[in-house]
């Protein structure tokens, strides 16, 4: 075993619990004969501390540790005397007692900090870092939250998830499709679907008469700021219903997801703009 907790899990209420952590170091630092290093996973940091003077060949391997690298420890819980309250994690530390270096790195070309010092060329060249970044990490896990709560609403009023294909036949629309060469077939080319609009109606008339999908949609057209080759949409679709019906449904996973992901209650119904005026 790895690990026996996160490094955002424990509490004072741990104190004096043998335990051992992985994860990436965030910083070092040396202070007299004691070294103090944050240890970094998803769920959080930890404070590790090496004390020279109860054990000077584990200082001093702690002392050669960089940025990044990532470790393996196993040690003590202790009450931090100077505690951070700017983390979940600041009223401890682990006093270590084993030391395994799981894999060095190089210096990482930029921080790996909420405020990094790395433009967005060199983020995206470096993505697998840029995603140790805590507001990278954030994001993707918000989105995560949304989809579940998405399908929970959507399966509470009878929606069934169908996954649509994605080689398909071309359907000329709005926008230009991508191609993709059949090899079996030379000469001819599956499309990717700019939405699932045909898929979902097929669906409708199967007798599916509420459907959804979290699907991936492809247009081949020029890029505009709020625009790019693939993204992903909620597709919905429903048959027996009026106007109404949809702007109820849809007005509810609104209020649904701001409520659940973001604490945000909206008790008024939302405010409706005519077609003419928009």
């Not at 995206?124 to 709560?149: A, F, G, P, Q, W």
Request: charged share 25%; hydrophobic share 35%.
């Amino acid at each position: 075993m790895f690990r026996t907790h996160t490094c955002g899990e424990l509490r004072v209420s741990d104190v004096n619990k043998q335990v051992t952590l992985s994860g990436w170091v965030q910083r070092s630092r040396k202070m007299g004969g004691m070294t103090f290093v944050d240890l970094r996973d998803r769920y959080g940091i930890t404070q590790l501390v090496f004390n020279e003077e109860v054990n000077a060949e584990l200082c001093e391997r702690a002392n050669k540790l960089g940025r990044e690298f990532v470790i393996q420890i196993t040690g003590t819980v202790n009450e931090r005397f100077s505690k951070n309250a700017n983390i979940p994690t600041g009223d401890v530390e682990i006093i270590v007692s084993e030391l395994n270096v799981l894999n060095t790195a190089l210096t990482p070309p930029f921080t790996i900090e909420d405020n990094t010092d790395g433009g967005d060329d060199i983020r995206m060249k470096y993505r697998y870092l840029d995603l140790r970044r805590n507001n990278v990490r954030s994001n993707l896990e918000l989105r995560h939250k949304m989809t579940i709560e998405v399908r929970k609403y959507l399966d509470s009023l009878g929606f069934i998830e169908v996954e649509t294909p994605v080689l398909i036949g071309s359907t000329p629309e709005g926008a230009r499709d991508f191609v993709v060469p059949s090899r079996m077939n030379p000469g001819q080319f599956y499309a990717l679907p700019q939405s699932p609009q045909t898929l979902k109606q097929l669906l409708m008339v199967s007798g599916f008469d509420r459907y959804f999908q979290i699907a991936k949609c492809f247009r081949d057209e020029d890029l505009r700021a709020d625009r790019q080759p693939e993204f992903t949409q909620i597709d919905c679709e429903m048959s027996f219903v009026e106007q109404e019906d949809i702007l109820r449904t849809f007005e509810g996973m609104a209020k649904h997801l701001f409520s659940n992901l973001r604490g945000v209650d909206f008790a008024e119904p939302f405010v409706r703009m005519s077609w003419a005026d928009a």
